[in-house]
């Protein structure tokens, strides 16, 4: 054994306590019921505890219930909705700002707001007929295909017979 090995070497605040020799219980040994098991956890969370759940103080405030008129009936609906309705509101009265605040908004969402061109859409009319036209060709050379599979399996052809027709 080295000299740091010793416990008389080590500086007494370094020291690990020792159990007196011979004791089986008391100091440094305690009871089996009172030790750690393996797979047991003490206080997993640590001093400062299990953290909670944060909630958003804006999402918490747009989700409360309010009342609001709308189409002469007092109706309840949550804030974020009324918001939108005020914003949307003013849009239509000329407020640029409102204006650009629902068109982000419906757009965030995936709405569709502002329409197309007529060049635009007679390409799209367009290109949705060829595609119908296209479909309705497949559909009509899988259906042959269907009827002579089908036709094949009811009367099988024999390569014999074949040879006598030719």
């Not at 004791?23 to 400062?48: D, F, M, Q, S, V």
């Not at 239509?92 to 060049?119: T, Y």
């Not at 290109?127 to 060709?137: D, H, T």
């Amino acid at each position: 054994m080295s000299d740091k090995d010793d416990p008389s070497w080590q500086r007494p605040w370094e020291r690990k306590k020792q159990p007196k020799p011979g004791a089986t219980k008391g100091y440094c040994l305690p009871p089996r019921e009172h030790t750690i098991k393996p797979g047991e956890k003490r206080n997993p969370w640590g001093r400062k505890g299990k953290p909670g759940r944060k909630l958003d103080p804006v999402k918490t405030a747009l989700s409360q219930p309010t009342q609001t008129v709308l189409n002469g009936k007092l109706t309840e609906i949550d804030a974020e909705t009324a918001l939108m309705l005020v914003h949307m509101k003013k849009a239509l009265a000329g407020d640029a700002r409102s204006a650009k605040l629902v068109l982000d908004e419906a757009r965030h969402r995936g709405h569709v707001i502002i329409g197309k061109s007529p060049e635009e859409l007679a390409t799209e009319a367009a290109e949705l007929a060829e595609r119908e036209r296209l479909s309705r060709k497949i559909i009509e050379s899988l259906d042959r295909l269907a009827e002579k599979y089908r036709r094949e399996r009811l009367d099988p052809v024999d390569p014999a017979r074949v040879a006598c027709e030719e």
